[in-house]
C-alpha cells in the first residue's frame, strides 16, 4: 500500500513537500515515482527514483524546480516542491514498480492522491 500527503494550498512561488509511506513489501527492491492529474487532463509522470536513490528522473515540466528523494528505512519517499506555479494544480499519487530502475510507465502500485494547489 502507498499513502501520499502533503499537499494543500500554497501560493505561486511556494513551496511544499509530499510523502508517500509504504509497506516494506511494496517498498522494498522497487523504484518509487509520482504522477500528477489536473482537472480535465490526462496523468502525467513527474519524477521517480531508483530502489537505493541512485537514480533520479523528472519530467522537463518540474526539472530544477522538484527533487525527489527516499529514506528507506522508513519506507518512505519525498517529494520538494520549490517555486510552485498554477500549472502544478493537481492530484498528486504515489507509485512504485518491482523493477528496481526509474521509469516514465509501467508502475504496478498506485496509492490514493494528495491535492495541490497553486494559487496565483
Known amino acids: 500500500q502507498l499513502q501520499a500527503s502533503g499537499g494543500g494550498l500554497v501560493q505561486a512561488g511556494g513551496s511544499l513537500r509530499l510523502s508517500c509511506a509504504g509497506s516494506?513489501?511494496?517498498?522494498?527492491?522497487?523504484?518509487v515515482g509520482w504522477f500528477r492529474q489536473a482537472p480535465g487532463k490526462e496523468r502525467e509522470f513527474v519524477a521517480a527514483?531508483?530502489?537505493?536513490?541512485?537514480?533520479?528522473l523528472y519530467a522537463d515540466s518540474v526539472k530544477g524546480r522538484f527533487t525527489i528523494s527516499r529514506d528507506n528505512a522508513k519506507n518512505t519517499v519525498y517529494l520538494q516542491m520549490n517555486t510552485l506555479i498554477p500549472e502544478d494544480t493537481a492530484g498528486y499519487y504515489c507509485?512504485?514498480?518491482?523493477?528496481?530502475?526509474?521509469?516514465?510507465?509501467?508502475?504496478?502500485?498506485w496509492g490514493r492522491g494528495t491535492l495541490v494547489t497553486v494559487s496565483s
Open positions: 516494506g513489501r511494496t517498498f522494498s527492491g522497487s523504484a
Open positions: 507509485v512504485a514498480r518491482r523493477p528496481p530502475v526509474v521509469s516514465t510507465t509501467d508502475y504496478d502500485y
Open positions: 527514483i531508483s530502489w537505493n536513490g541512485g537514480h533520479t
